[in-house]
């Protein structure tokens, strides 16, 4: 069973990953942000 996934901000439940930005921290990974969360510039940086 594979884990849900949640934004870190508004807690909604991610379906497909598709605009959706992993937060790290020191390499590891502490959380998601939806693409209604994000602020123009992490918006940015997953589009490259």
Same mark, same amino acid.
């Given at each position: 069973? #594979?884990?849900?996934?949640?934004c870190s901000e508004c807690r909604k439940r /991610?379906?497909?990953?598709?605009?959706?930005?992993?937060?790290? #921290?020191?390499?590891?990974?502490?959380?998601?942000?939806?693409?209604? /969360?994000?602020t123009a510039d992490e918006h940015a940086a997953?589009?490259?």
């Amino acid at each position: 069973m #594979s884990a849900v996934v949640k934004c870190s901000e508004c807690r909604k439940r /991610c379906h497909r990953m598709t605009g959706w930005s992993i937060v790290y #921290s020191d390499g590891d990974v502490t959380g998601y942000l939806c693409p209604d /969360c994000q602020t123009a510039d992490e918006h940015a940086a997953e589009a490259v």
